[in-house]
């Protein structure tokens, strides 16, 4: 092809037909110019069908996370609702100093400083935050929906490290107030299995300095734990949002 051209020019300067050769010239520029652009337009083309394939990649780790943190979330709004009723008996009955149900005494304090493993994995939003490819997503919504979750997420953790934290400083309290070996008779079954222990609540123990701490423990128990399940509310639904505008994007945009 190269040599086809090349023969037309030189036949047109050997005849001396400089304007023709002047407006072939012309017309060979132009072509050049139009091929550059057509492999430039496929090349974008490519770029951003390429762009699009590791978006969707991205998206899809994020929906798995997602997905996984949906079933802590939903878990945990089971546990700590059922921990906050819990609490509320085991605290009536301290108040009526009623010893007939020693076990919901014990499991509700020790579910109160005993701490809940939170195991939420945002490494598919970290990966699509350092690849770049975040602005290259063309759907306000996911990208709101994304921030939101995650959001939501951050509050989760900042609540229960905030009630974990207090819990362990009255858990030490407790320890070091000598309440807690005498409730749980430490000295008659030094070798009970954490997870068979129940302790022997008795009107002495009321009288006793740590009664307070745990009535606070049991309370806050009620009263925050309760709480907490707002914010766990708030993550499953914006978590199963985000999941249903990444469904729908990713299907319409392979259609």
Same mark, same amino acid.
């Given at each position: 092809?190269?040599?086809?051209?090349?023969?037309?020019?030189?036949?047109?300067?050997?005849?001396?037909?400089?304007?023709?050769?002047?407006m072939?010239?012309?017309?060979?520029?132009?072509l050049?110019?139009?091929?550059?652009?057509?492999?430039?337009?496929?090349?974008?083309?490519?770029?951003?069908?390429t762009?699009?394939?590791?978006?969707k990649?991205?998206?899809?780790k994020?929906?798995?996370?997602?997905?996984?943190?949906? #079933?802590v979330?939903?878990?945990m709004?089971?546990?700590?609702?059922?921990?906050s009723?819990?609490?509320?008996?085991?605290?009536?009955?301290?108040?009526?100093?009623?010893?007939?149900?020693?076990?919901?005494?014990?499991?509700?304090?020790?579910?109160?400083?005993?701490?809940?493993?939170?195991?939420?994995?945002?490494?598919?939003?970290?990966?699509?935050?350092?690849?770049?490819?975040?602005?290259?997503?063309?759907?306000?919504?996911?990208?709101?929906?994304?921030?939101?979750?995650?959001?939501a997420?951050?509050?989760?953790?900042?609540?229960?490290?905030?009630?974990?934290?207090w819990?362990n400083?009255?858990?030490?309290?407790?320890?070091?107030?000598?309440?807690?070996?005498?409730?749980?008779?430490?000295?008659?079954r030094?070798?009970?299995?954490?997870?068979?222990?129940?302790?022997?609540?008795?009107?002495?123990?009321?009288?006793?300095?740590?009664?307070?701490?745990?009535?606070?423990?049991?309370?806050?128990?009620?009263?925050?734990?309760?709480?907490?399940?707002?914010?766990?509310?708030e993550?499953?639904?914006?978590?199963?949002?985000?999941?249903?505008?990444?469904?729908?994007?990713?299907?319409?945009?392979? #259609?």
């Amino acid at each position: 092809m190269i040599k086809f051209f090349r023969k037309i020019r030189q036949r047109l300067l050997t005849e001396n037909k400089f304007s023709k050769y002047l407006m072939y010239a012309i017309g060979e520029i132009i072509l050049v110019v139009i091929g550059i652009l057509i492999a430039l337009q496929v090349n974008n083309q490519n770029n951003i069908r390429t762009e699009k394939e590791a978006l969707k990649n991205y998206l899809g780790k994020i929906a798995n996370n997602v997905i996984d943190d949906i #079933e802590v979330g939903e878990y945990m709004l089971r546990t700590r609702t059922e921990q906050s009723l819990l609490c509320a008996d085991a605290a009536e009955l301290i108040a009526n100093k009623d010893w007939s149900d020693q076990r919901t005494i014990t499991k509700a304090v020790f579910v109160m400083i005993i701490e809940q493993p939170l195991n939420y994995n945002r490494s598919g939003f970290e990966s699509l935050k350092n690849s770049g490819y975040l602005q290259h997503l063309d759907n306000p919504r996911i990208e709101e929906l994304i921030y939101h979750y995650y959001n939501a997420v951050d509050k989760v953790l900042f609540e229960e490290s905030s009630l974990q934290g207090w819990a362990n400083d009255l858990d030490l309290e407790l320890h070091k107030s000598g309440f807690f070996s005498e409730w749980i008779e430490l000295e008659k079954r030094p070798n009970q299995k954490m997870n068979e222990v129940i302790g022997n609540y008795t009107d002495k123990l009321c009288e006793h300095r740590g009664n307070d701490i745990v009535l606070s423990i049991l309370y806050r128990g009620f009263l925050f734990t309760a709480d907490l399940t707002n914010f766990y509310e708030e993550q499953v639904s914006v978590g199963k949002e985000l999941l249903k505008a990444i469904e729908d994007y990713v299907t319409v945009d392979s #259609e």
